[in-house]
């Protein structure tokens, strides 16, 4: 899994700055500051999921691929078809 910490400019300019300067507590505020904002956020997110990832957008995504897909014959699902292959 791949986070993306998202900085405003200033607080970009102020952790460029600080790691030029090698001040860590600057750049561990900054960090710290934008850990917090992304954390809530993903909360925020799993809190109230987009209907996209519901199971019922889901399975009716997955429906709709297959709608026109041909039905099998009986003989492609019956014991025989399966195993005509295999001795």
Wanted: aromatic letters at 2%; charged letters at 25%; proline letters at 6%.
């Amino acid at each position: 899994m791949t986070i993306t910490l998202k900085l405003t400019p200033e607080q970009e300019n102020r952790l460029r700055a600080g790691a030029a300067q090698q001040d860590a507590q600057t750049v561990r505020e900054i960090l710290h500051q934008a850990v917090d904002s992304t954390v809530e956020g993903l909360l925020r997110r799993s809190l109230h999921p987009s209907k996209d990832h519901t199971l019922p957008a889901l399975l009716d995504k997955v429906a709709s691929e297959f709608r026109d897909a041909p039905a099998l014959s009986d003989e492609a699902v019956s014991r025989a078809g399966i195993y005509a292959d295999h001795p």
